[in-house]
């Protein structure tokens, strides 16, 4: 299937500063793409979602960004907390025979320091 | 709030062992998947059900099968465990066959094959 990568696999910020987090994907027709947190320990969970008729989404200080030119998704984390500390990752819809699939990419850990 | 429960965070099993992975969910969805996790890799899609007694394999089937005799169920099963199947395993599930879809986490399997 199409592949969905990142471009670092670690990120160390500062608590305070922001983050930013990115992901390429190569299929054009991905139209729905997802973000999600994993803790230590825990399953992924769902931060934020964009659609393809959107360029920018935000949520409670994070802001996905999506530019279907060159096929690239950022995740910006505003005033990284410590809390924020996990593995990203970011996922695309795939489809399949009978339905729809989320293809995830390889995962970005964010490190956030004193 | 969803609920995806694994049956058990930690298995340990001899190779050629045949071992059952349980997943239920309870908000009556639809579609339940089954994926592993390991470093480096990212999630990848072993097999994933968008009805009872419907399956379809993901990207990485071998070794594995699958069963959802009832919608809130579905059982990863490995006929003969093998060493390179030690793994985080994460079941998921999502409400529709729609494309705009985020799927829920279990808590994940971590199964060690010796």
């Known amino acids: 299937g199409e592949s969905v990568g990142l471009h670092l696999p670690t990120l160390s910020v500062q608590e305070g500063d922001n983050s930013i987090i990115n992901c390429a994907y190569s299929?054009?027709?991905?139209?729905?793409f997802i973000w999600y947190k994993q803790e230590s320990g825990k399953g992924p969970q769902f931060i934020i979602d964009?659609?393809?008729?959107?360029d920018k989404r935000q949520g409670q200080r994070v802001t996905v960004l999506l530019n279907k030119t060159v096929k690239h998704l950022s995740l910006q984390i505003a005033a990284t907390q410590p809390g924020d500390s996990a593995v990203y990752f970011c996922?695309?819809?795939?489809?399949?025979?009978?339905?729809?699939?989320?293809?995830f990419g390889k995962g970005t850990s964010l490190l956030v320091t004193p | 709030d969803v609920k995806v429960t694994q049956s058990s965070r930690y298995l340990v099993k001899r190779t050629g062992e045949k071992v059952f992975l349980e997943c239920v969910q309870d908000?009556?969805?639809?579609?339940m998947f089954w994926y592993r996790q390991d470093p480096g890799l990212g999630l990848r899609l072993i097999y994933f059900s968008y009805d009872v007694k419907m399956k379809e394999k993901g990207d990485i089937p071998e070794g594995y099968s699958v069963s959802r005799e009832k919608k809130e169920r579905f059982s990863l099963i490995l006929e003969s465990a093998s060493t390179n199947q030690t793994s985080m395993y994460l079941c998921?599930?999502?409400?529709?066959?729609?494309?705009?879809?985020?799927?829920?986490f279990g808590q994940g399997t971590r199964l060690t094959v010796v």
């Open positions: 908000m009556d969805h639809e579609n």
């Open positions: 964009i659609r393809s008729n959107m």
């Open positions: 998921a599930s999502s409400l529709s066959q729609g494309r705009d879809t985020e799927a829920f």
């Open positions: 996922a695309e819809i795939s489809n399949r025979n009978s339905g729809y699939a989320l293809n």
């Open positions: 299929n054009s027709a991905s139209d729905y």
